[in-house]
């Protein structure tokens, strides 16, 4: 009997170990960084009507809060059609690897340009 107990033990606490590690694992193996936006949506690659839904609506905001002048919404908006109408140009092919770059790159671009024009206070400096 006391053989059983000195062997039931190392055992016991290697099933126990074993348990404990096998609950952890999947944890442990999740990821936590978040996708860019062109992996979110659509296999990969959020579609025009979205992109251009996000920007139209940020410059939108950014009038209606004041922080853009109507001007200033006119150009941004003005480039945004410029932009759908170039995305939809190369979709008329198919889009391949270096169009959908180069698009993001504009995208991301013209967004950059939204915060920036929404936080320049239009010229004042107040």
Do not use: C
């Amino acid at each position: 009997m006391a053989k059983f107990k000195t062997l039931m033990i190392p055992v016991l606490a290697a099933t126990t170990a074993a348990a404990a590690l096998g609950a952890a694992l999947p944890a442990a193996a999740q990821t936590y960084r978040h996708a860019p936006a062109y992996q979110q949506n659509h296999g990969g690659w959020q579609s025009i009507s979205q992109r251009k839904y996000n920007l139209d609506r940020r410059i939108d905001q950014g009038v209606r809060t004041r922080q853009l002048s109507v001007r200033e919404a006119g150009r941004l908006k003005n480039e945004l059609n410029q932009l759908v109408r170039l995305e939809r140009a190369y979709q008329r092919n198919g889009l391949n690897r270096r169009e959908r770059m180069e698009l993001d790159r504009r995208y991301d671009a013209l967004s950059a340009k939204v915060r920036y024009e929404r936080r320049d206070h239009n010229g004042r400096r107040w």
